[in-house]
Every structure is written in C-alpha cells, then in structure tokens.
C-alpha cells in the first residue's frame, strides 16, 4: 500500500486514518441531517463541497449529500462512492487542494451529533461462528453432538426486525416478556433477567436485486457497499422460551445498536485472510474463490455505572466459518431480492478461548463463572445502568482501518 501523508492532524492510534474514510451521517444543532467523511478524530462535511461543484465530474446529483440517510448515495454504484472517497484521500494530502481552501467544514467528531448511516428496510442475522454454535449446543442440546446436521451445509440465518437497530450511544430499556423461572412450570410475564449482548459485524447492500435474482459468491462484493459493528441485544430466557419452532422473536427484536460509520469494502482490502477449512465440502453454489474473511480484531467492554470499563472479550473476525459473500449468495439463492440499505450480520463472533468468546451466555458460561468488574462487582449477565462497548479495527504494516464504536446503557425497562 502507497504511503500517504496527508496535511491534517491525525492521532496515531485513530481507527479513522487516511486509509480509511468511512461514510456516515450528522448533525450539528439546529441544522438537518446529512453526509459526512471520518478523518481522525474530526470529519469532514460533504454537502457544502458538493454545493461549490467539486463533486461534479464524480457524482450526478450534488442534493445527494444533503440528505439524511446514505441510500441514495450508495446506490450511485461503487465506481462513484469509492471515488468520492479517493477524491477526498488525495485532497487530505494537498495542500492548496479545495478542501485545504475549505478547512471549516472540518468539524471535531465530539461537537456534532451522529445518526443511523441508512434506512434499513430489511436486517437478517446469521449464525456463522462455528465456535459459537458449538458452545451453545453444548449448553444446551448434546455436548457430543453440538452442532445442528444443517449448520456446515448452509449459512443459517433469520429475518430479524429492522425497526429497532439504533445508532451508537442511544440507550436501551430492558425488555419484558414471559419467562419461565427454574424448576416452574408456567411463564411469568417479568423483566427480562439475562439481557446479553452479541459481539457481531454486518454489511450494508449497496445495489438492488429484482425479486428471482440470485447473486454468486464470485458477485456478493459488488453488492456489498461496506461494514459496520452491531451489538445485537438478547435477552436469553425471553428467547429460550419463545424459540422453539419457530426461532427468535421478543427475545431479539427489541433492540440491536450499530456504530455511525461505515467502512467501506475497499478500506477492508488489505486485512484479507483465508477462512477455515469447510469440511464436509459445501455445494456448488457455496463455493468461493479467494480469501473472503478480514483480519479485524474486536473487544467488548462493560463500563458499571460510576465505574471504569473492563474488557471482557478479545475476539477477531476472521473467525468465521460462513464469509459474508457466502452468506449473500445463500440469502438469494431463492430469489429473494435486497435493497440498498439492508443490514445482514454476522451472528456472534467467538473464537476458541475463552477470553475470545462474542456473548456473555459464553463467558459466563450460562451464569456459572462470573466475571468480576472493575468496581468487585460480578456479571453473569448485564445489569441495568451498565454500559456495553465494542472496538474494532484491522491493522496491518502500520496501516490502520477501523470502526470507532458502539455503545449502550441498559436502562430499566418501562
């Protein structure tokens, strides 16, 4: 990779470099919604360059960078949003370039509000870590037999709600339904006692499909725009008591949190990587050529009220046994037709150690090994008023490409 170097001021250690430049969507007080750039710990307002025709050559509408989602932007095709964000890279390292000569519409990241980066009309979730579907198979069905007979045949995965993703920093309330209390035999209609959180990653579709359309793993890059973190919520005994036959339900659709800016798939390039070996051998459709899994290391923290954060998990995603191009194609294979804008995450991203384990029915282990917190205290589960937070970047010959963050406080439900 060229070494590049750019004119602004950069933290060493920022997840935003000039190899990165994610897209996402702000605000400042009293102003609407719009298109934005990450550089550093600042970004860069897109709008007004786009007013004073700089993109023109690039892109065909300037209004595109006015509005308050990045669907409309995406679906103007990678060769005109990845040029967009070239464009910017060489400005950042001229000086005189018009982006020097408009240095106020460089903003501080802590000044400014940040928002959902694309309406998303459809999410699903997968399943695609081995090691996590092993240890809850062993948690919970047959510590000899824990993987379902389908699990290494197909990306298992389910259409989830899209109306409750939410953007980093807003909180969530704990959520109520029916559980079922040890040795009862009825539900109670309680609060949730074992929320949880799942260590995960999604990508945003970035082209459409016509309903019979089926998109191949050697396709599924040029329909994925770029890559987000995203915690999605559990809460565990809700969903053990509602998920046979028909899976997730209120156990999930309460919420799920993603951080604001979105990587995209060109930034990611560098961290490729083989995936595990896939054995039995998958079909023909499922076959890929290439390395499909990134290097991007992940943490997860949980910060007490009034306490410092401890880092509870250590994981990568890399470990995935299903890549996305894979999951895509798996999604499609049917005809089911994706829009610009839709969501699909990776499911819980676990990795062999202990440590490295995506959730904390994991590492707890079903709430039989407690994790102590910075204050002494100890967590099987979350507890209201703690706050959820996970990291991720990939990095590689001193070139750094991540995502910042997503957090949330658990507050108590209503």
Known sequence: MASLTPWISIPQDSDFSIYNLPFGIFSR?????????????????LFPLAKQGFFDELVPTRTVFAEPTLNSFIALGKKITNGVRLLVQTWLCEEGSPLHQNQDLIYPQADVKMHLPVKIGD???????????????????????????NWKHIPVGYHGRASSIIPSGQPILRPKGQVVAKDAKDP????????????EMAFIIGKNTELGDSISTAEAEDYI?????????????????????????????????VSPWVVPLEALDPFRVPGPEQNPPVLPYLNYM?????????????????????????????YMYWNMAQQLAHHTINGCNVNVGDMMASGTISGKSEDSYGSMLELAWAGSKPLKMSDGSERVFINDYDT?????????????????????QVLPGK
């Open 388 to 408: 959820v937070i996970m990291r991720g970047h990939a990095e590689k010959d001193g070139v750094r490409v991540g995502f910042g963050e997503v957090r949330a």
């Open 290 to 318: 290439g390395n499909k899994n990134y290097d991007i290391a992940l943490e997860v923290g949980i910060q007490p009220r009034g306490a410092t954060e401890t880092i509870v998990s250590r994981s990568n995603f890399q």
């Open 123 to 149: 999410y699903t979730d997968f399943y695609s870590s081995i090691e996590h579907a092993t240890n809850v198979g062993k948690m919970f069905r047959d510590p000899e037999n824990a993987l379902l007979p």
């Open 225 to 257: 725009f770029g890559m987000v973190l995203f915690n999605d919520w559990s809460a565990r005994d809700i969903q053990k008591w509602e998920y046979v036959p028909l899976g997730p339900f209120l156990g999930k659709s309460f919420a799920s949190s």
């Open 29 to 45: 007080q009293y102003e609407p919604p719009r298109a934005a750039i990450a550089i550093g710990d600042k970004l860069i307002d």
């Open 188 to 199: 109670s209609y309680q609060p949730s006692g074992r929320l949880d959180f799942e260590l």
